[in-house]
């Protein structure tokens, strides 16, 4: 081995002579490097572009700000992050403020964040153009999405600042053209957190039920006074963007003086110059809408004068043209007097012919001839001699066959057994009892005797066997047959 490579390198770590660096360990350097850093730099302010933008679920921001010949990492504090009056993105310039440190477990410096702002407006405009490109593409500035405005709006909502001067301006026009019921939701305008109370506005007036405590406006007016792009800024802002895109109501932009331009004007359904004309364009002038109303008035009764006048005209056109009255009677007058004339004639005819008649049948009913005629007939009737068998025989007949029908109806007559000593059971209703299932489901029977009626109750027992035969019966006198008589009496 070389000697002098032994005495360079060594295995072991000494201190030689006179040396007065002793080695110090990563966390000791790294804390030096610490303190050196912030003790040079305690406060310092950056402009560079954000590269890598994150948001970590903690709400904490890490981002990269770089130039054209370096970069420097950032980290931002959820605290902080939340207060930030825009939504950071790659590729925009700003300006932060902070404290440069070290990190020891990357072994890297960077700078922590408390304020970031916009490098001037140029960054602001590229930020504008870059969100409008970015809802333009959604389509929420499409002219399909507008609504129409109301011509006469009972109830008009504005959200703007309570204490500004637009809200009297906005007042003072609209008592002057037309007076309407109006409802402020008073917000920020500008600064920390009015882009989320504008939203909220908006989305407020949205959501009201039309039949609650609260009439529902029928429009709606963010208003705002002019200022710089930065004082304009909570009305670029997406979430203030998309709450007007999504508007159920009607809805007029009036953000700054007729040369500043928001996102909200091209998400609203009407773009106002200004708060006042906003409302200029939300109600007619009263005035003018009163005389358009007598003049329309004026016009209807015009042309009703008109359409009566060409009426009447025409009416005495065809009343000239139409025959009078007398003239459409006459003929009629006419007839009925012919008519009434061929009804007295043919009367008096009918009369004569009658009269005519009459004398002739009344000399035919003279009673010389009366008497004759009588005489004749009772001449003819003595000369009639019929045989008394002629006259018998057929009524003898009759008399037989009239027999024969009577002891038929006997014999199929339901009372002519009960007088043989027969019954005839019915139920309650009158219906006839046949059989045993029918009594005992009836109940109560009635029994109908030659000389009456007996009620009975059905026990449902049989009743008990005689023990002796009884006696044959003798034959009723009824039953005895008598000999008929040779001929019927006369029944007549």
């Not at 130039?67 to 590729?91: H, Q």
């Not at 809200?167 to 920020?188: G, K, M, N």
């Not at 364009?281 to 008109?306: F, G, N, Y």
């Not at 009677?329 to 009658?354: C, F």
């Amino acid at each position: 081995m070389d000697d002098s490579l032994s005495l360079d390198a060594k295995l072991l770590a000494e201190s030689g002579q006179g040396d007065n660096a002793p080695p110090l360990s990563v966390s000791e350097i790294s804390g030096a490097l610490k303190r050196v850093v912030e003790d040079r730099f305690g406060y310092v302010r950056i402009r560079g572009e954000i590269s890598g933008f994150k948001r970590a679920a903690s709400g904490h921001v890490y981002l990269a700000l770089k130039d054209d010949k370096a970069v420097i990492d950032g980290v931002m504090w959820k605290g902080n992050a939340g207060r930030l009056p825009f939504r950071p993105e790659d590729g925009i310039e700003v300006v932060v403020s902070g404290k440069l440190t070290t990190y020891p477990g990357r072994s890297k410096y960077q700078v922590v964040i408390d304020k970031m702002e916009l490098a001037g407006e140029g960054a602001l405009m590229a930020l504008f153009e870059k969100l409008k490109a970015k809802l333009l593409a959604e389509g929420l500035f499409d002219q399909d999405r507008k609504k129409r405005i109301p011509f006469l709006p009972k109830t008009i909502g504005v959200v703007t600042s309570p204490t500004g001067s637009v809200i009297r301006d906005i007042l003072h026009r609209l008592a002057d053209r037309c007076p309407s019921h109006v409802i402020v939701w008073p917000v920020l305008v500008q600064g920390e957190g009015a882009a989320k109370q504008i939203a909220h506005a908006i989305r407020g007036f949205s959501e009201m039920a039309p039949d609650g405590p609260v009439a529902r406006p029928d429009l709606v007016i963010v208003a705002r006074g002019g200022g710089s792009i930065e004082d304009l800024w909570s009305f670029n802002e997406e979430i203030v963007v998309r709450a007007v895109a999504d508007c159920t109501i009607p809805i007029i932009s009036a953000v700054g003086h007729e040369t500043d331009t928001t996102l909200c004007d091209f998400a609203a359904d009407l773009r106002a110059p200004t708060p006042t004309a906003a409302a200029e364009m939300a109600v007619p002038v009263r005035a003018e809408w009163l005389a358009t109303l007598s003049e329309a008035k004026a016009r209807m009764a015009r042309s009703v004068q008109r359409s009566l006048s060409t009426a009447q005209e025409r009416l005495e056109a065809q009343r000239r043209l139409m025959p009078a009255l007398t003239d459409l009677l006459r003929p009629h007058q006419q007839r009925v007097d012919e008519t009434s004339e061929r009804m007295k004639y043919g009367m008096s005819q009918n009369i004569a012919h009658a009269r005519s008649r009459f004398a002739n049948s009344a000399g035919a009913l003279r009673p010389s001839i009366l008497k004759q005629r009588l005489a004749r007939s009772q001449e003819q009737y003595n000369r009639l001699d019929l045989p008394v068998s002629l006259v018998q025989r057929p009524l003898d007949e009759a008399r037989q066959r009239l027999d024969s029908l009577w002891r038929l109806a006997q014999q199929v007559s339901p009372d002519g057994p009960l007088k043989r000593g027969y019954a005839r059971v019915s139920g309650p209703d009158g219906s006839l009892i046949a059989n045993r299932a029918a009594a005992i489901k009836a109940g109560d029977l009635d029994l109908h005797f030659q000389d009456g009626i007996v009620g009975a109750t059905v026990t449902g027992k049989a009743p008990a066997k005689p023990s002796a035969k009884p006696k044959p019966s003798q034959p009723s006198a009824s039953r005895v047959k008598k000999p008929a008589d040779d001929r019927q009496k006369d029944l007549f």
